[in-house]
């Protein structure tokens, strides 16, 4: 999934705001972030609206096309 995203990531910087939390690295603030969705599996997507709220969760692996349509659906 790693390859995937960081791939989304690379395409769309400056177009999206993409935020990458990863819990393996004992990262404060990527916890508390994981806490605050009520996240409960990895992966997980979290899409936002320009407003802030939350458009879509993805739960599990999911190919890059796949991502790109919800990211086309964000307002």
Known sequence: MR???D???RKYT???D???VDLSNGD???EQLYRSFN???????????????????IVGARSASELEA???KLQ
């Open 14 to 16: 400056g177009t999206y």
């Open 39 to 57: 996240l409960e599996y990895v992966p997980t997507f979290v899409l936002l609206n320009a407003d802030g709220t939350v458009s879509e969760k």
């Open 3 to 5: 390859p995937v995203v």
């Open 18 to 20: 993409i935020r990458v």
């Open 70 to 72: 919800a990211f086309a």
């Open 7 to 9: 791939g989304l990531v």
């Open 28 to 30: 404060a603030g990527d």
